[in-house]
């Protein structure tokens, strides 16, 4: 029970259908930015790298052949004029150019030292660039470390992509500046987020906007719906003008308000049946009663008068129980109603009943078909078949046929119909408006006494028992036709 609680509240907090789309596709508009912003990252990163590494690496190997093809060694500050010579053992110094070698890298900023196995420096291009490499950093530990693989390093708050070769008893590390490309990088990142923002932005916004026109149509429904009352449900939408998503919308909401319209009416004409109904009879009370004590009378008249209330009392009750037993079948059966009748001996037990009555119009019964068990309350069915003999006896034409006839149309309902030859013509338009209440297709006729209910009655105690009754009109034969399910 909580969490039908819990449930009912969340769907109580739920967000308009606009928000809800709106918001709907700006997670996925941002998601989707999100993944484009990654993936240009990685690519213009990636792309910088690569061109760092190819830098490095044809760096690396022009030095390699300098030092491959150098001569015999010599003095090393006879060979390099213009480096910062730190170590001068003849047997390990390299006659380079450093000119040469400097001019060389100047399109790339690349820096270059130039030591022994040992890590002892023997030059570096440019000169200074020796003192700035922290105490901490030996150019043989990191040769062992990398052994000529790519790495990036820190130097004087500078990042360097870097590259330790070794040729002839000489280690060589060459280093690229990569900050530069850091901050491009910042920049880019910076500019492409507020560019995917704005996109992201522009996106919502033409949705919102969209969704906002797209959902325009429903506030001429919401008007509509707002502006019912029982003096306007004749008002309905032009389909035509709604976008095509919508206009099985709007022709529910046409057939809604039809359907209104007519219960509508119904209803109207149903309280002002009923209040006739009602009026007559307590009128006639009230005018005997006033009548009797205008003056004394005889005993006898009394009790005359008595017995014409008490009629007219039983008249009142006979409708009020009416009016009872409608509104118990529209509120449905329940299941500890429900059990198996026998169709068979329900109406065999009615035609004996009904044909003393019908015997005085000469009127027969003829009963055919496989009458089988429906699952059913048994006095509401009895009731229900019993109203529609009584109608068929007093329509029926005299020296006539009532059949009563059982057939399976289908496998899971039984249909039962009473049929009878009518004394006036009826149409089928007529015919249907029969099931509605008080409503009397004879008014002429003072020889029956019915209040106009029976075959409202027998409606709503088919629809109870989830069947089905209708009436077809066959010229001058009169059938009621009632479907209920099989126990």
Known sequence: MMADKVKSTFDNRRLPLLWRTVLLLTIFVVLSQVIIYIWVQRSVKGHFEQMDAEIITHAAFNLRKRLSDAPEPNVLSNALPNAQIVSNTANLSVPIDADHLHSSQLDYDLKTLITDANGRLLTSVPNGFADELPIEVNIASLWQQYREQQFVIEINDRRYRALIIKDNEVLAFIALPIDVHHQYLVQFNRQLSLILLAITLLLVSIAALSVYWGFAPLATIVQKMKGINPERLDERLTVSDMPLELRPL??????????LESNFDSLSRFSDNIAHELRTPLATLSTQTQVMLSKPRASEEYIEQLHHQHDTLEQLS????????????????????LSPVDTEDLMTKLIEYYELIAEDRRITFEKSGVFASVLGDAGLLQRLFANLISNAIYYAASDSVIG????????????ITVSNRLTHALTQTDANKLFERFYRHDKTSSDHSGSGLGLSIVQAIAQAHKGKVDININEDTFEVRVALLLS
């Open 250 to 259: 709007a022709q529910s909401y046409n057939l809604m308000l039809a359907k």
């Open 404 to 415: 009563i006839k059982a057939s399976k149309l289908t496998p899971t309902s039984l249909t």
């Open 318 to 337: 006979s409708l009020i129980n009416n009016m009872l037993l409608l509104a118990k079948t529209q509120k449905g059966l329940k299941d500890s109603q």
